[in-house]
Each structure stands twice: as structure tokens, then as C-alpha cells.
């Protein structure tokens, strides 16, 4: 079964050049996947579609065969998919157990005791409950990039998307954060799709797609 | 509940940024109370006075107008009021009360009119008398005598006023026999009259009629002579009488020309001036009168606090657009500088509406601190504030009024009857803040939390998470 499709996607910011052309692709839960590509390939353009942060302008995007562009993007991103960014994007005046405990409220989740199912997902990623209750700022590049996975898993959504998770980590790290993703693809089934041009990350994933000058190459 | 948690949070951790907000909002709030308490309190003075002193209105020929049309049409005629006609329009819902007085000036032979001239010392060379008509004896139009009948004598201005009392006998009545008339005390002595003695009177371009009238009452009267042009004798207070309607209308069925009639008419409200003026219209009152009324001459003591009141009202314009501008810049660097918390609020599936909702929450909240401060700062204010611009205003009277008595050479200037003096004016207004001008002041600061709430509005809906995000990476 196919969570998302992608069908005959493009895609510009200036109506004149395709920043990506005729994409057709899917995905799977229970796989993590790897879209690479050089710098300017349109991998972050391709997340951005695909999280719902931008609206497609030509093809077709499908969650569960439901058009995404029919669909409230606000919702989908609160409740179907998680987004992990490169430079994290947490808020910093806010602890790690609150920056997830915030996307739990986003999401309209109704569970009695946030705080405690919040800091499970923060142990799930290593993140131990001292450090849960530091700011953002004062934890690790390692360790904000685990609570922005946390926050991510925080509302249980079936796709995640990560934006270059590695991209500011050591190799030791990168290694640690790549294993969390596949423990969340393999064993919580999750739809793992990790945008990257690191080798190691090409070396982790299931299913490898290389993104050239906005089209897709067969690999 | 979440968003108001994130915003107390917001408000908590920019408590600098906050305090600015605060503190704007709270002058604002102070000036807005201030402004408030002085309006709402002056113009509730005014209309206690408008309320206190009943609106009276009366109807005077239109001389503009009748010069206009007359040059257009010479046959053009107005028709007089009567008495009919003003108790058709005396008898409207919106009158509390109404009268008309007729008035004639008539000579006598068997008594004398009192001269004022005669009190004063004549200058030497002066032969202005033997070159002046006698105005005596039917030689000119005008008698010795005022006669004047009251439909209701209840409403005799100069003994409603004090300027007038009965001595001896009683005031004339509709009810008295048709004949009576009442004397001044200076007449009476003057002539040894005494009440039942009959006195006659003639029109002086008419010496063939005569009326007898008999005196059923004396009065006397404060000295008017300042207000007597040239001293002419009719005028002059001790040659005042009250007679019947009905004596007059007889004396005035052998008038050359009728005199005039004047009606005065008091509203239940000052504020159904226009709807009483459209009704006597309708009635059949000519274009050529104009209604006019005394809202002025009520409010002539009343004229510093109008004025504080007015200039109140526009402070308190210029205080919100001013605060309003300011508030919207400074939200609007706000904005700007948590341009990337907006965007990762909305990249993890926060709502526009929800985004908006809870900056206007933070507003608010530093809005509804700044208004009870603002509120309560505002009211120990107002009075010591409203005393210091109630003093300035009479004062500034005092200097224009001082400042005229000087144009017309000094102290000894009294000015004409309506000019005011220092004293006159009402120096006191309490001020007192109620329920509807505490509300007036939390619209205010909602307003200002609308307008400044406005930028974040349109700021969230400009902008897409994504390129905030990716501007900021």
C-alpha cells in the first residue's frame, strides 16, 4: 500500500524555469527512503511539496489517495506528517520537553498526560529527562536534532520527512540519528523520507531516488 | 488553552518589548480618561443646565428674508400672529408652557407720566427741550404710557425675576375685572393715586376714544434707566402697566396700527427644538418668522467648560491616532523580529487564525494590565486636571475681558447687559468616572489592540512557513 504518490509533479517559483519536472514517485510505510541530489537538484523544494509547506502546482500529490492539495496543509502537517529540519527549527525559548509538548497541542491531542507520553519520545531518541527540561539552546547540534525528531513523532504521524538531518552533525552523531530513522521505518513502521546528498545516509536507506536539475533519475 | 499558555510565555520572555507596549498603552489610557471624564461630565453639566433652565422659543420676523422677496414681489404681505395662532401652537406635546404679552403705548390727561429728565441736573445752554417735539399730548405717536397684558400673567418676566414686586394691592389677573391696571409706586406718588382710583388713557394720534381704568394693585420696581435709549419716557420702568388681555384687546381694536404680539413658548426637552419647529410650520407659521431660542444665552456662564469639554474630545482624537500609529509601528517591529518563531509555529501545522489569535492574545493581555493601571491613574487625575484647565480658560476670559474694559478706557466699563464678568463664568466641574466611560476606555484599548493586532494580520498572512524558514537558513 502506497501512503503518498507523487504524480507528474512540477514545479516553479518564478513561472519560467522548473525547479522540478515531471515527478512521479512512492512511498511505502515500514521503508526509508533517500532522494539526493547536488545543491539546486530541487531536493528541498521536493520535502517542501511533500510536507505540505508549499502547494503543488502541476500533477498530482496524494496521502492515502487524497489529493494534498484538496486538503487542509495545516492539518496534514499537525497530524500526518512530521517535518525534521536540517537547522532544526525549534523554538528556543521553550525546553525541549515543551517544544514537543507544544506540537502535541498543535495537533489537538487530547491525552491527559503530555508531558510524560512527551518525554518517552525524547528517551526514544536519546534524550534523557535532565535534558528535556534544558532550553534549546543550551543542548548539543546532536541533541537539538533529537528533539526535533521527537517533536516530529510527538503526534504518532505515519510519514516523516527530514530535510538534510545530518547536514550539521559528526559522522559518530549522524550514525546515532541515522539509526533512530531506521528503528522508526523498520520497526514502528513509519514512511521514512530523508532528503541528503551524505554518503552515509545514501548508505542506510532502502530506497535510493537521485534528484538531477529538477527531474528524477532512475537509479 | 495551549495558546494562551504559548502567550503568556511570549509576554513573560519579552518583558522589555511588553513594558513599551504597556506603558504607550496605559498613557494613552490615562489621556483617554482624563478627556473622557472632562466630556462626559461637562456636557452632562450642560444639559443639566438646558435641563434646569427650560429652552424657550419665540418667533421674530425674518428681516433678511423679507427683503429679499419684498424686492421680488412688492406685493408680498406676512401674515400677523394672533392670539389664535399661538395657542394652536402653544398646544403641541413638546410645550410644557407657553404665553403671549400685547403691548400699546398710550398718554393720559388726568395723570402724569414720570419724567425721567426731570431727576437729572440739565447741563447750562442746554435747549435741547425747545427744539425737541413735545411728546406729550398726542403730539407724536408714541404715549407716555407702556400697557402690556400677559395671556398668562404668571410668566411677568420683571416679577418672576425679582426685579419687580406688588406693594399694595395684587398683580393682575385674567380674572379681574376687564378695567383694572396696575401702576408703578413712583406713578402713584407722583400723581397721589391710590388703589381704586380710575385713571384714562388715550392712543395720542386718537383723542376721541378714552379708556377709564380702575388700579387694583401698586408695584415697585428696580431703576432701569440705563437700559431707557434717550430716556424716552414709555420706556422707562415707572411708566410701566399691566392691564387685561381683555382691556387691550379693546384698546387695540382703535389702533391705527396693531401692535405687535410676542409669544414665548418653554419645551419639555431642548431636544425637540426641531421637531417643535417643524410642527408650528406645519401649523401654518409664516417663512418670514424665524424660531429662534436661548440655548446661548443658558449656556453663556457655561462657556469655559465647553470649551475644556470640546478641546477634551479633540485631544483625545489626536491622542489615539498618535498612539494608534505608534503602537502599530512598534508592533510591527515586533513582528518582524519573531518572523522566525511565526514560521516554525506554522511549519509543525499551526493555523494562520491560531497564529494571529494569539499574538492579539499577548496584546491584549498587556492591553486589558495597561487599561485597569491606566483606569485608575486616569481617574486621581482627572479632577486635579480638569481644575487646572478650567482655571487656565477663565482666566484667559478674564485677560480678553480685562483687555476690552481697557479698549473702552477702564475700570469704569461695565459692558452691555450679556457681557460676563469673571465671576459669572461656572468654575467648578466635578468630574466622576461611570460605568460608560470605562467602558468608552475599554474600547479604546481594544480598539488599539485591533489596529496594532491589524499588522500581525497581515504580516501572517503574507508570509508562507517555508520562505520565512528558508530565509532565516
Redesign the interface.
Known amino acids: 500500500m502506497k501512503i503518498l504518490k507523487l504524480k507528474h509533479v512540477n514545479f516553479t517559483y518564478d513561472h519560467e524555469k522548473y525547479v522540478l519536472e515531471d515527478i512521479n514517485l512512492e512511498f511505502k510505510p515500514g521503508k526509508i527512503y533517500g532522494v539526493f541530489g547536488r545543491s539546486g537538484a530541487g531536493k528541498?523544494t521536493l520535502l517542501?511539496l511533500m510536507?505540505g509547506?508549499?502547494k503543488c502546482q502541476e500533477g498530482l500529490i496524494l496521502y492515502n489517495d487524497k489529493d494534498l492539495a484538496k486538503m487542509n496543509r495545516?492539518?496534514?502537517?499537525?497530524?500526518n506528517v512530521g517535518?525534521v529540519?536540517?537547522?532544526y527549527?525549534?523554538?528556543p525559548?521553550?525546553t525541549a520537553l515543551e517544544n514537543v509538548v507544544?506540537?502535541m497541542?498543535?495537533?489537538g491531542l487530547k491525552d491527559k498526560d503530555k508531558e510524560t507520553k512527551a518525554l518517552a519520545y525524547l528517551n526514544k531518541v536519546g534524550i534523557d529527562a535532565s535534558k528535556a527540561n534544558r532550553k534549546i539552546l543550551t543542548l548539543s547540534g546532536g541533541e537539538q536534532q533529537r528533539v526535533s525528531i521527537a517533536?516530529a513523532l510527538a503526534y504518532n504521524p505515519e510519514i516523516i520527512l527530514a530535510d538534510e538531518p545530518t547536514g550539521n552533525l559528526d559522522k559518530e552523531t549522524e550514525a546515532e540519528i541515522l539509526d533512530i530513522f531506521t528503528t522508526l521505518a523498520h520497526k514502528d513502521k513509519k514512511c521514512v523520507i530523508i532528503i541528503s546528498h551524505s554518503k552515509n545516509v545514501k548508505d542506510k536507506v532502502d530506497i535510493v531516488h537521485y534528484l538531477k536539475k529538477g527531474k528524477i533519475e532512475l537509479s | 488553552?495551549?495558546i494562551l499558555k504559548?502567550a503568556w510565555?511570549?509576554i513573560k520572555?519579552n518583558k522589555g518589548r511588553n513594558l513599551l507596549i504597556g506603558i504607550i498603552i496605559m498613557v494613552i489610557t490615562i489621556s483617554s480618561c482624563v478627556a473622557l471624564s472632562i466630556n462626559t461630565s461637562g456636557n452632562k453639566l450642560i444639559e443639566s443646565y438646558k435641563n434646569q433652565n427650560q429652552l424657550e422659543v419665540s418667533f421674530s420676523l425674518d428681516m433678511g428674508k423679507l427683503r429679499d422677496n419684498n424686492s421680488e414681489d412688492e406685493t408680498m404681505g406676512v401674515e400677523r400672529l394672533t392670539a389664535e395662532n399661538i395657542e394652536n401652537y402653544g398646544n403641541s406635546t413638546y410645550v410644557s408652557g407657553y404665553y403671549y404679552t400685547y403691548e400699546a403705548s398710550l398718554s393720559s390727561e388726568n395723570i402724569e407720566a414720570v419724567d425721567m429728565s426731570e431727576i437729572f441736573k440739565k447741563p447750562e445752554n442746554d435747549n435741547i427741550d425747545d427744539k425737541m417735539p413735545e411728546n406729550n399730548h398726542g403730539k407724536m405717536s408714541q404715549g407716555d404710557f407702556r400697557l402690556t397684558a400677559y395671556s398668562d400673567v404668571t410668566y411677568a418676566d420683571s416679577f418672576t425675576s425679582g426685579k419687580a414686586k406688588i406693594t399694595s394691592g395684587s398683580m393682575i389677573t385674567n380674572d379681574d375685572e376687564s378695567n383694572s391696571v396696575v401702576i408703578s409706586r413712583d406713578l402713584a406718588e407722583n400723581n397721589d393715586l391710590e388703589i381704586g382710583d380710575t385713571i384714562t388713557l388715550y392712543w395720542p394720534e386718537n383723542t376721541d376714544i378714552t379708556y377709564e381704568l380702575k388700579i387694583t394693585g401698586i408695584f415697585e420696581a428696580e431703576d432701569n434707566s440705563t437700559d431707557n435709549f434717550m430716556n424716552m419716557t414709555a420706556l422707562s420702568v415707572q411708566n410701566q402697566m399691566y392691564i387685561t388681555t381683555t382691556m387691550m384687546n379693546q384698546i387695540l381694536e382703535n389702533a391705527d396700527n396693531p401692535n405687535n404680539i410676542n409669544a414665548k413658548f418653554y419645551l419639555k426637552n431642548a431636544d425637540d427644538l426641531e421637531k417643535f419647529t417643524a410642527e408650528v410650520r406645519e401649523k401654518g407659521l409664516s417663512e418670514y418668522y424665524q424660531v429662534s431660542d436661548n440655548t446661548e444665552e443658558i449656556l453663556a456662564t457655561l462657556k469655559p467648560i465647553q470649551n475644556i469639554s470640546n478641546f477634551s474630545l479633540t485631544f483625545l482624537i489626536v491622542i489615539l491616532v498618535v498612539g494608534a500609529i505608534i503602537l502599530a509601528v512598534i508592533n510591527m517591529i515586533n513582528i518582524r523580529d519573531r518572523k522566525y518563531?511565526i514560521?516554525?509555529?506554522?511549519?509543525?501545522?499551526?493555523?494562520?487564525t491560531?497564529v494571529i489569535f494569539q499574538l492579539i492574545l499577548e496584546l491584549f493581555v498587556i492591553a486589558f494590565a495597561s487599561f485597569i493601571i491606566g483606569t485608575a491613574a486616569g481617574y486621581i487625575l482627572s479632577q486635579p486636571v480638569t481644575n487646572k484647565m478650567l482655571e487656565n480658560e477663565i482666566n484667559s476670559y478674564q485677560e480678553e475681558n480685562q483687555q476690552t474694559r481697557e479698549n473702552f478706557g477702564g475700570k469704569n466699563f461695565k459692558g452691555p447687559e450679556n457681557f460676563m464678568t469673571t465671576t459669572d463664568y461656572i468654575d467648578n466641574l466635578t468630574v466622576s468616572l461611570e460605568l460608560g466611560t470605562v467602558l468608552k476606555l475599554f474600547g479604546v484599548s481594544m480598539l488599539l489592540v485591533i489596529i496594532s493586532g491589524g499588522v500581525a494580520v497581515i504580516f501572517v498572512t503574507k508570509y508562507?512557513?517555508?520562505k520565512i524558514?528558508?530565509n532565516?537558513?
Open positions: 528541498s517542501s510536507a509547506l508549499e495545516d492539518y496534514y502537517r499537525c497530524h517535518i529540519f536540517q537547522s527549527n525549534l523554538l525559548y521553550l507544544l506540537s497541542d498543535i495537533s517533536r | 488553552m495551549y504559548n510565555i511570549n520572555r518563531e514560521g516554525v509555529l506554522r511549519s509543525i501545522g499551526m493555523s494562520k491560531k508562507e512557513p517555508n524558514l528558508q532565516r537558513n
